[in-house]
């Protein structure tokens, strides 16, 4: 296959805010363009902060919320103007999320091999009981974990780690083209992080997945990702190749984000100094 | 931003003259589980085992430690909130501001020092503030009481308090949902800080928060710490959090803490196998050498490995380890680890006892359990 797997086409998505009166418009996500190649996969970090729009902008590649205006393609076909149950399951075949939270993906009063035997069934068409095991296991297998570990356990049972590299098989079981990860590694632990970060680049080079990784941790996105995008406030501040990028940000808000990062070099007291006023001028949005 | 110079010489000496004054906090030989019985099963889930550890004055400790490791159980413990099934088992918890260890207080009395004496930080602020009453009821019904201010003085108080950490006293008027997550935990920590209590517990206080954000909470919490010359206990798992505010580090692993020493030492001369993990994983901007992350996960508390905790992980395990657990032993002025591996001590006890023959070693090295 040729061209595009994704094409994000000058997408804008705006939420009404306010009452009757007053009624305003808040720009979420302000013309946001960018490509991934189908027969190149690479990993691409989409970094910002809270309320820049990440969120907003993975949900609508989910096919979850439609853009105000612009197009996202999908293999040349448009996301939100799939009608009927098969293109919809089609594009959800190919297109899979990965959740920041494992402890919430899961609902804690149920097992997790439902969830895994859920999408063998409706998206790996997986018919018989043995063909729903072997998906399973094969998609546990990928992620280090095997089904004998994973079988009948509820999520309190299986450490965050576990549960997050279960969240990732199942979102592998479709064998899907392109993954989405919002902020998947930051309610994991820290010594689990690093397998999580790895097995993403492992998916990746092994499995030639595409991941938009999104994250505010620009380390983890300089370790592992291809071509970082800069978001800030719904826009597009800085793009280009990662390494490149932070190690030389150009735009102010990347300085920013950059300075920002606590790197532990840093070790010992009085690096934290912050200027009166500073502090005040931040938080206010 | 650029450090300022003549700040840092404090980090390089390690402990400063104050350390020699009564500790601000000293647990001794801590242990605290979780003891239930559903269904005639018995469990005991030992998350806190047998902590010892002392916070000196003005100083920030910072405890480490991955989720499941006891942690906020500790601190639950630290702060006497156990409610059962939580039990503590031994040990003691005394307070420099305490002439008594904190579990011979009667539960006024703790209500009286709670807040005045100790408060605390907690990691979602908006289970702080009441969601549904004004910032300024918040303060009302945490402080007020302990302030012993008449309405209008209290006010005055509180505004001078929030100037100092700079913040707009119109943040009184607003309600939580209308102030953003940084704001918010600013907030909390005014809150927290506004009785100038002499201890702060601060429990993964910006774990939710963005970097920027973050960056610029933390340096408050260290402006309100030492505007106010109070001790505190920082708990995150975040060690790049660590390096930047504690001025010594505790490493804690399935209930048990593993190392202690300067945040300098920890990071540049970890000796224990698990922080030195730790500390090699943190990726870095500018570098891409691949992490190798660890295999295995964190025990199971109801049914730990036996032998030190960390042996079905740790790389460089021994026939020791699996025997017996390691004490948390002075290995050098202030530095504490608890691995057989770094105490030059046991690998001597270990190569005396390969060459005398195959005695046991969990025996031969009488390391009290």
């Known amino acids: ?50 309320g820049s729009g990440k969120t907003t902008l993975a949900r609508m590649i989910l096919n979850t919320l439609a853009p105000t205006s612009g197009a996202i393609r999908f293999r040349g076909a448009e996301l939100h103007k799939a009608r009927g149950r098969r293109q919809r399951l089609d594009f959800i075949r190919q297109i899979q999320p990965i959740l920041q939270n494992p402890y919430e993906a899961f609902n804690p009063l149920k097992r997790v091999d439902r969830y895994l035997y859920a999408s063998a069934v409706r998206l790996a068409g997986a018919r018989s009981q043995k063909a729903r095991d072997a998906a399973v296991d094969a998609a546990l297998q990928k992620v280090g974990l095997s089904l004998a570990e994973a079988k009948g356990r509820f999520p309190h049972e299986l450490s965050g780690g576990q549960l997050q590299r279960t969240a990732i098989a199942r979102a592998l ?49 300089y370790y592992i990702s291809d ?29 920013l984000l950059k300075e920002s990062v606590l790197s532990p070099d840093d070790v010992g007291r009085g690096r934290l100094t912050v200027e009166p006023g500073e502090a005040a001028g931040q938080g206010a949005k | 931003m650029t450090p300022e110079p003549g700040r840092d010489e404090t980090s390089a000496d390690g402990p400063r003259p104050a350390a020699e004054e009564a500790p601000a906090l000293s647990v001794e030989r801590l242990s605290a589980y979780y003891m239930t019985h559903y269904f005639g099963v018995e469990r005991e889930v030992r998350a806190v085992d047998d ?34 099934p939580l039990t503590v088992i031994g040990g003691s918890v005394r307070y420099g501001f305490l002439d008594r260890d904190i579990y011979a207080l009667s539960p006024a009395e703790l209500s009286a020092i709670r807040w005045k004496h100790l408060s605390y930080i907690t990691q979602g602020s908006m289970n702080v503030l009441n969601p549904v009453r004004r910032v300024r009821q918040s303060f009302i019904d945490f402080a007020f009481r302990h302030m012993k201010l008449g309405r209008r003085a209290f006010f005055v108080a509180v505004e001078q308090h929030l100037q100092q950490l700079h913040l707009a006293a119109n943040v009184l008027d607003a309600y939580p949902h209308e102030l953003s997550g940084g704001m918010k935990q600013r907030v909390t920590i005014a809150l927290a800080t506004i009785c100038r209590p002499e201890f702060i517990i601060a429990d993964e206080p910006t774990t939710a928060l963005d970097v920027i954000v973050q960056k610029d909470v933390l340096a408050m919490i260290r ?58 994983s943190l990726p870095k901007i500018g570098e891409l050498a691949r992490k190798e992350a660890l295999s295995g996960s964190p025990p199971n508390l109801s049914d730990p490995p036996v032998g030190c905790r960390f042996h079905p992980r740790c790389p460089l395990a021994m026939d020791a380890c699996r025997e017996a657990s390691p004490a948390l032993t002075t290995i050098a002025p202030g530095r504490r680890v608890a691995c057989y591996a770094a105490s030059p001590l046991a690998r001597l006890i270990e190569t005396t006892d390969r060459a005398a023959g195959a005695a046991p070693l969990g025996q031969s090295t009488g390391v009290p359990q």
């Open chain 1, 173 to 221: 079981i479709s064998s899907p083209a392109l993954i989405v990860a919002d902020e998947p590694v930051s309610m994991v632990d820290a010594s689990l992080r690093m397998s999580i970060v790895n097995l993403f680049k492992r998916l990746h080079d092994e499995l030639q997945v595409s991941i938009l990784y999104i994250t505010h941790d620009l380390a983890t996105a």
């Open chain 2, 51 to 84: 902590i010892s550890l002392s916070v000196r004055r003005n100083e920030i400790y910072g405890l480490a430690g991955e989720s499941s490791s006891g942690k906020t159980t500790f601190l639950k413990t630290i702060a006497a909130a156990v409610r059962p």
């Open chain 2, 223 to 280: 402006n309100a710490q030492q505007k106010i010359g109070s001790s505190m206990l920082f708990v995150t798992h975040d060690m790049t959090v660590h390096a930047n505010i504690a001025d010594r580090l505790g490493i804690m692993y399935a209930g048990r803490l593993v190392e202690e020493a300067s945040t300098a030492d920890i990071f540049t001369k970890p000796m224990h196998p698990y922080t030195a993990h730790l500390v090699a």
């Open chain 1, 1 to 50: 296959m040729s061209g595009e797997l994704l094409e994000v086409d000058h997408v804008t998505k705006s939420f009404a805010i306010g009452g009757l009166f007053g009624r305003g418009h808040f720009k979420a996500v302000d013309d946001v363009s960018f490509t991934l190649q189908a027969e190149r996969p690479e990993i691409l970090a989409i970094i910002g902060e809270s």
């Open chain 1, 227 to 255: 071509r970082v995008i800069i978001m800030q406030k719904g826009k597009v501040v800085e793009t280009g190749p990662a390494r490149e990028v932070l190690m030389h940000p150009q735009h102010p808000y990347s300085i």
